[in-house]
């Protein structure tokens, strides 16, 4: 069915998705990173879980998810260690920007 559905849900897992890429950047100086990513992954499945139920777009949240795991690639600062981390994150940033703006494009 074609409904509009409104809320801060995709607002919020756009946050976890910042979050992700922030985990990720920073894996080097993180103490227990794998802990951190367990956590962030077990609410992220357990929200899209709650999701399935009635009434609850769960399209949005993945797109907020995915909308924020771009926007946080380009918008976070980032360390980096080395020659070959500085070429991947400048490479991640070079295809996220033309990616962040069709879905912009494609939400509106």
Request: overall charge positive; hydrophobic content about 60%.
């Amino acid at each position: 069915a074609n409904q509009v559905a409104m809320g801060a849900d995709p607002a919020v897992y756009g946050l976890l998705g910042v979050q992700i890429v922030e985990l990720f950047q920073a894996w080097q100086i993180i103490p227990r990173p794998f802990l951190s990513l367990l956590k962030v992954s077990t609410f992220i499945i357990v929200m899209l879980m709650i999701g399935t139920l009635p009434y609850i777009d769960n399209w949005s949240h993945i797109g907020g998810f995915f909308f924020g795991i771009i926007s946080g690639i380009i918008f976070l600062p980032f360390i980096t260690f080395g020659s070959a981390d500085k070429f991947r994150k400048r490479a991640l940033l070079y295809i996220c920007m033309p990616l962040l703006l069709l879905m912009f494009l494609l939400a509106v």
